[in-house]
């Protein structure tokens, strides 16, 4: 997914807040654009949107100023802000979702293959003695590693994972507790790798692969190669084993609790995104983009409001950033955020 301005209509004061926002930031303003600046603040709706969308830009002030992503976004709203008679807003979608995603998306997501060598900042090497033996790792909520196996074979753990590896001379075996795991598979014909994960054994055929466990479903997203995905003979009171399901790359198996398994194609670069401590939300309700955001962190946001929890948002956030990601929320949306009495950061409705 490449970041990019679209042209809309900046119909509402806070699409227009947001482009002025962006324009503002990427140069100085001409004296004409200062006059219908100036024209335009005089209302007091205008004046409103636009001390929230600086609040909103205000808070990327953390952020290296010399971040390729944001240069490049400051670039094109300069080219673009130049033409009278168009306007470019940096979002697509509805104004819900724009105002959010006007202060989220100063992010670029680069190609897979840019990405996948860069590692997390923890690397733990798994020994270089014989092929064979038992060992566990585990991340704890907001960490992440990865662990170089003996054979060659690299696994990265995101947030809150734990996998148990069983080497033994014929095979490869990788039990994945809980969470989420990135494998990156050495080839070795006459020791096949594979993941043990509720009730399935995905099996690598030199691959590149990530399977996610949730509590109630299972996803095995594939990069390169191929894998087969086998229904464990346990795992079902069926006489015949259901036939293996086989992944291309850009493909995914999905099976939720008391649902059939679906296979379909994805977005690869979204799926990786949590490499670079990022998440990505495409007019995704506000609830389920904090039971996503609260995987990273130990300080978990709440809603117990159905009208926040439905709010949507679009953008690409930083993970474990509970205390950013609230103050974004609020400064384009009416919703603020507090304390609770069990001492919870909950999201509440503003008028």
Do not use: C
Not at 140 to 146: A, D, H, I, Y
Not at 276 to 296: C, H, K, M, T, W
């Amino acid at each position: 997914m490449k970041l990019k301005l679209v042209p809309g209509g900046a119909e509402t004061p806070e699409d227009r807040a947001a482009e002025w926002a962006v324009r503002m930031d990427s140069r100085d303003l001409d004296d004409a654009e200062f006059a219908e600046f100036d024209e335009w603040l005089a209302d007091a709706s205008n004046q409103e949107a636009f001390d929230k969308a600086s609040d909103a830009m205000a808070l990327f002030d953390g952020l290296d100023s010399d971040l390729p992503e944001l240069a490049a976004l400051r670039e094109e709203a300069q080219s673009h802000s130049a033409s009278p008679d168009r306007r470019w807003v940096p979002w697509a979608g509805g104004a819900l979702a724009a105002s959010i995603a006007a202060a989220l998306l100063f992010f670029q997501a680069g190609e897979v293959s840019e990405r996948l060598p860069g590692a997390p900042s923890q690397v733990v090497d798994a020994g270089t003695a014989p092929l064979a033996g038992q060992a566990v790792y585990k991340t704890v909520v907001g960490e992440q590693r990865t662990v170089a196996l003996a054979d060659g074979s690299k696994v990265t753990l995101n947030t809150g994972t734990e996998i148990a590896v069983d080497y033994s001379p014929r095979e490869r075996i990788v039990r994945l507790v809980r969470g989420q795991a990135l494998f990156d598979v050495a080839h070795a014909a006459d020791r096949p790798f594979s993941v043990i994960v509720a009730g399935r054994k995905v099996t690598a055929l030199g691959t590149l692969f990530e399977v996610r466990l949730d509590q109630n479903r299972l996803r095995v997203t594939l990069l390169r190669g191929r894998v087969r995905v086998d229904e464990q003979p346990a795992a079902t009171a069926a006489t015949k084993v259901p036939a293996p399901t086989f992944l291309s790359p850009g493909e995914q198996f999905s099976l939720a609790t008391g649902l059939a398994p679906v296979v379909q194609s994805v977005d690869v670069e979204q799926q990786l995104l949590w490499r670079q401590s990022l998440v990505e939300f495409d007019d995704a309700p506000i609830g389920d983009a904090i039971a996503e955001l609260n995987r990273y962190s130990a300080k978990p946001i709440v809603v117990r409001d159905p009208r926040v929890a439905d709010m949507r948002i679009s953008g690409i956030v930083k993970t474990g950033d509970a205390d950013s990601f609230t103050a974004l929320v609020g400064a384009m949306l009416p919703v603020a955020a507090r304390k609770n009495e069990r001492g919870e950061v909950e999201l509440y409705h503003t008028p």
